[in-house]
């Protein structure tokens, strides 16, 4: 019954049932048992398969456009690296491998990013040095600890002008870890460059 509450509310072109349907007919040609199962709670794993039937479920429900799913993009550009695409067309396309940190590493990228970055104001002994209090959503983060930077050039072959970013991971005082960013490099592109907050960190 679900399966025929799916098909008849997704046509675009809803059917008038008048005083109601006489029958509805469900033909089987073939089946086969299907015996339960369920996944371990920790070191269980799920099948393309699974995963395919469970988008072609959502697809049919919510409707072909709605439902998304990542794919990873060649870009160096943080906000870039990733494509919105219907889950049903990218389901079992080969695509190039989501970066993976090594092992005992923490990510290089946040699983939280903000679009677009959410500008912060920040403390640094000195104008191109690293950050050590930025104030965000009118709260204060003393920074405990920070790496970086890491400088992300602008994509110069698609346009002449463009600012750097001198990203850095920061961890405050209550073991909070966040993803910011100098946008330009003071003296050479801004004289006062501002701070971004672009994500957060698990």
Do not use: C
Request: proline letters at 10%; charged letters at 30%.
């Amino acid at each position: 019954m679900r399966l025929f509450r799916e098909r008849l509310d997704s046509l675009s072109d809803p059917l008038d049932p008048g005083f109601g349907f006489d029958m509805i007919r469900l033909s089987v040609p073939r089946s086969e048992g299907l015996a339960p199962a369920q996944l371990k709670l920790e070191g269980g794993s799920v099948s393309e398969a699974e995963v395919a039937a469970l988008v072609d479920r959502l697809s049919t429900r919510l409707g072909r456009a709605r439902l998304k799913r990542f794919r990873p993009r060649d870009s160096h550009i943080p906000e870039q690296t990733q494509l919105a695409l219907p889950a049903a067309d990218a389901a079992g396309k080969p695509s190039s491998q989501w970066p993976v940190s090594p092992p005992g590493e923490p990510p290089m990228r946040p699983l939280h990013m903000f679009e677009p970055p959410q500008q912060i104001e920040v403390l640094a002994e000195v104008p191109d040095g690293p950050p050590h209090r930025f104030r965000w959503r009118r709260t204060f983060h003393e920074i405990r600890r920070f790496e970086g930077p890491e400088r992300i050039a602008h994509e110069w072959w698609r346009q002449e002008e463009g600012l750097t970013r001198d990203y850095y991971r920061v961890e405050d005082a209550h073991g909070r870890r966040y993803w910011i960013f100098r946008h330009g490099l003071y003296g050479s592109e801004a004289m006062n460059p501002l701070w971004y907050l672009h994500g957060v960190f698990a």
